[in-house]
Nanobody, 125 residues
Framework: QVQLVESGGGLVQAGGSLRLSCAAS????????VGWFRQAYGKEREFVAT????????YYADSVKGRFTISRDNAKNTVYLQMNSLKPEDTAVYYC??????????????????WGQGTQVTVSS
């Protein structure tokens, strides 16, 4: 079992920045990749970024490439999502998640089993 807790959301103007944090705990947590997803009101949850357990693999959605950076501090069991040049369309609830299988770095929602409670990010125009 992996437990995840997000923090760092808030309200920011377009062009601004936010950093989200995901604190992970549980058995063998360092063996799991951690992904970030988001869900805007009335839309399906979508992939944003993921970071492998060893830190050698990172994937990003096309919509955030060049603006968002995912990083991981294994000593703190924390994964970060640095979000720059934010746009109103980035407004959503952001979730971090761990996949069903250890040592995998998937990008699809249905491949993730453990989810945090979510943190709201609102970007005003």
């Amino acid at each position: 079992q992996v437990q995840l807790v997000e923090s760092g959301g808030g309200l920011v103007q377009a062009g601004g920045s936010l950093r989200l944090s995901c604190a992970a705990s549980g058995r063998a947590v360092s063996e799991y990749s951690v992904g970030w997803f988001r869900q805007a009101y009335g839309k399906e949850r979508e992939f944003v970024a993921t970071h492998s357990w060893r830190g050698t693999i990172r994937y990003y959605a096309d919509s955030v490439k060049g603006r968002f950076t995912i990083s991981r501090d294994n000593a703190k069991n924390t994964v970060y999502l640095q979000m720059n040049s934010l746009k109103p369309e980035d407004t959503a609830v952001y979730y971090c998640a761990a996949p069903v299988e250890r040592f995998k770095t998937p990008t699809r929602v249905n491949e993730y089993a453990y989810w945090g409670q979510g943190t709201q990010v609102t970007v005003s125009s």
